[in-house]
């Protein structure tokens, strides 16, 4: 079954300390994984995509196959990565708009 | 572009009381989705449409019926509202790039309200 995993309801740092959001998935066939973010009183976002493999506003995500994860990093979090992150999975081969969602990841970055 | 545009913005219903929530979009989307957001759930599939006249369910689809009779419009019907349902719902809307990677885009959400 597809499966996305966000083991961490909350992450909690310092401003200026790395930052590492964990997600996990499952799935058999060859996924695309995405980041959404969610700022206070914004609609959900796209923040960035494993295909393009970018780097925005500091973040990035490499797709680990062997170890089926698509940790989200930035080297030095600042106050206004403050939001709820979620981690989905789309199927490469669908043409459907459907997506997988974990249970998402509010980070909180403290001055 | 308005992009993705949800009504209302809030709600309260009575159990058993039935209601349409809207959602329209103004980019020629072919796909459009239906999600809840429920803490520590994240977000939950209800149905989602391929293009106007074909929709198809979700993870999540007991309760709620979908139609799309056109491009722009998806709208949400909760037949008999029950409190389990007390929820934020999402609306949105993807293209399908050359590249195969669906990007949706989100409207601003609608909270509802069952008592």
């Known amino acids: 079954a597809q499966r996305v995993t966000q083991p961490e309801k909350l992450l909690s740092v310092f401003k200026g300390a790395p930052v590492e959001l964990k997600c996990n998935y499952s799935?058999?066939?060859?996924?695309?994984l995405f980041w959404y973010v969610q700022y206070s009183r914004q609609r959900l976002q796209l923040l960035l995509r494993?295909?393009s493999r970018e780097s925005i506003k500091g973040f990035t995500a490499d797709l680990n196959k062997g170890e089926t994860s698509f940790h989200l990093k930035k080297p030095f979090a600042q106050e206004e990565d403050s939001a709820m992150y979620y981690c989905?999975?789309?199927?490469?081969?669908?043409?459907?708009?459907?997506?997988?969602f974990g249970q998402g990841t509010t980070l909180q970055v403290k001055p | 572009n308005a992009g993705v545009t949800q009504t209302p913005k809030f709600q309260v219903l009575k159990t058993g009381q039935s209601m349409t929530l809207q959602c329209a979009q103004d980019?020629?989307?072919?796909?459009m989705s239906w999600y809840r957001q429920d803490p520590g759930m994240g977000l939950r599939l209800i149905h989602y449409?391929?293009?106007?006249?074909?929709?198809d369910q979700g993870e999540v689809p007991n309760g709620y019926n979908v139609s799309r009779s056109t491009t722009e419009d998806f709208p949400l019907r909760l037949l008999s509202a029950a409190p389990s349902q007390t929820s934020v719902y999402f609306c949105?809307?993807?293209?399908?790039?050359?590249?195969?990677?669906?990007?949706?885009?989100f409207g601003p959400g609608t909270r509802l309200t069952v008592l």
């Open positions: 949105a809307s993807s293209y399908f790039g050359r590249d195969r990677v669906n990007e949706q885009f």
């Open positions: 799935y058999s066939g060859s996924p695309e």
């Open positions: 494993h295909i």
């Open positions: 989905a999975l789309s199927s490469h081969s669908s043409n459907t708009g459907k997506l997988i």
């Open positions: 980019m020629n989307h072919e796909y």
């Open positions: 449409s391929v293009g106007a006249g074909i929709t």
